[in-house]
């Protein structure tokens, strides 16, 4: 129930076009869905985030989308350029308990966008 | 611009070692983490504390590491002794409770021989 699934595990795209990649959990006490961003040598980066009150959530060309009934949300990266390429990971934190604050990460999706 | 910083960035040492890295968090955050990625596991959360208190270190090997906070302003990964499946960027990253943002550090490589 802790776990939260991503994929996919690699993803190639053209310059200009859209990188979707999706995130699934199972925990419906999780309320708070981060993605990160890795580029290689660097720690983890919080790109964007999202609460279960808003289906979506749009900063410059990165957007999440939420479908809480499935258990289920996604990034969608817009006009993707080869600066985006880097490993992209999911997270979810629940509210409450001990572990407020502790997040569970996907497996990461490694982006490449090529020119 | 408040940053996590780690020392060190890199470290090759023998097996048997004793290895320590250590973290600074980003002033006012009360929430610190260790991680370790590798290319097999990813990232995996080690341990983390609240108000320098441990809440949670079920994903260390309890015989050989050990993660402390003797301040506010420092964390502690010890490995001792180390061993070649100890090699990994180990991240430290910090953060307030609510609403769960983190804050990463730019990691130290650990190489074990």
């Known amino acids: 129930q802790q776990q939260v699934k991503q994929s996919p595990q690699s993803l190639i795209v053209q310059k200009g076009g859209i990188s979707i990649i999706n995130c699934a959990y199972e925990?419906?006490?999780?309320?708070?869905f981060p993605w990160y961003q890795q580029f290689p040598g660097k720690g983890p980066a919080l790109l964007i985030a999202?609460?279960?009150?808003?289906s979506e959530k749009k900063e410059g060309r990165f957007t999440i989308s939420f479908n809480k009934s499935a258990k289920q949300f996604s990034l969608h990266i817009m006009d993707s350029q080869p600066g985006d390429s880097a490993t992209y990971f999911c997270?979810?934190?629940?509210?409450?308990?001990?572990?407020?604050?502790?997040?569970?990460f996907g497996q990461g999706t490694i982006l490449t966008v090529h020119p | 611009d408040a940053r996590v910083t780690q020392t060190p960035r890199h470290k090759v040492t023998e097996m048997g070692q004793e290895v320590t890295m250590r973290c600074q968090p980003i002033?006012?955050?009360?929430?610190v983490f260790w991680y370790r990625q590798t290319m097999m596991q990813g990232l995996e959360l080690l341990a983390y504390?609240?108000?320098?208190?441990?809440?949670?270190d079920s994903g260390m090997p309890k015989d050989r590491f050990s993660a402390e906070m003797p301040d506010a302003t420092l964390a502690t990964l010890k490995i001792q002794p180390s061993e070649p499946r100890d090699s990994a960027v180990y991240f430290c990253?910090?953060?307030?409770?609510?609403?769960?943002?983190?804050?990463f550090g730019p990691g130290t490589r650990l190489t074990v021989t």
């Open positions: 990253a910090s953060g307030l409770a609510v609403p769960a943002e983190q804050y």
């Open positions: 925990n419906t006490a999780f309320d708070y």
């Open positions: 999202i609460r279960p009150d808003v």
């Open positions: 997270a979810a934190s629940k509210r409450g308990g001990t572990s407020y604050g502790k997040l569970t």
């Open positions: 002033l006012g955050h009360n929430t």
């Open positions: 504390f609240r108000n320098r208190a441990p809440l949670d």
